[in-house]
């Protein structure tokens, strides 16, 4: 679906319970880790970068300790890349440390049937062998079609096939928000 053909049905997020959310990850990524060793954090393009940004942040200043972050690209690892243009634009994949033995959190913004998820681990697989991987993720909305769970979750938003969830970032949208919309 288009989402210029949706309109917004509820703001289901705003600036405030975002910003108490990634406070919320941060401490439970840190209390799963025991801690910082190893530890890095891997965004998801797009929105699941400025997100690992913002944990990186929290977690730094939680523990005066920056985390190493990196932005992942998952487009060639799409199993739906026919169906989403016929000449997809492919960024680059910008990790500039070895993750093999590292404890990876892997962010992104909305879970759903899964596919973005197992692309991204794909993607992973081929830099390395990390010591472990988990998912951090804003809004869990249901829906799986893969056997994939988030280990950090934001809001867990039910959600009919019908509805799209719309997160805003301010890095990207200019204003943070998480949006239901409908066809209009």
Do not use: C
Request: proline content about 3%; overall charge negative.
């Amino acid at each position: 679906m288009d989402k210029s053909e949706m309109k917004i049905k509820k703001e289901l997020i705003d600036s405030a319970a975002m910003s108490r959310a990634i406070t919320r990850i941060a401490h439970e990524i840190l209390e799963k880790n025991k801690g910082t060793d190893d530890l890095v954090l891997i965004g998801i393009r797009t929105r699941g970068v400025p997100l690992a940004e913002r944990l990186a942040a929290k977690i730094e200043e939680i523990e005066g300790i920056k985390l190493q972050t990196g932005i992942l690209d998952i487009t060639l690892y799409r199993d739906d890349l026919s169906t989403v243009a016929q000449q997809p634009i492919v960024h680059r994949t910008e990790i500039p440390f070895d993750i093999t033995g590292k404890k990876v959190v892997l962010v992104d913004d909305v879970l759903y049937t899964g596919r973005t998820v197992r692309a991204a681990l794909d993607a992973l697989i081929d830099l390395g062998r990390p010591l472990q991987i988990q998912l951090a993720i804003m809004i869990d909305r249901g829906h799986r079609e893969l056997p994939i769970r988030a280990d950090f979750v934001g809001k867990n938003l039910p959600t009919s096939k019908k509805e799209v969830v719309d997160v805003n970032l301010r890095e990207i949208d200019e204003k943070d928000a998480v949006l239901l919309l409908e066809k209009s």
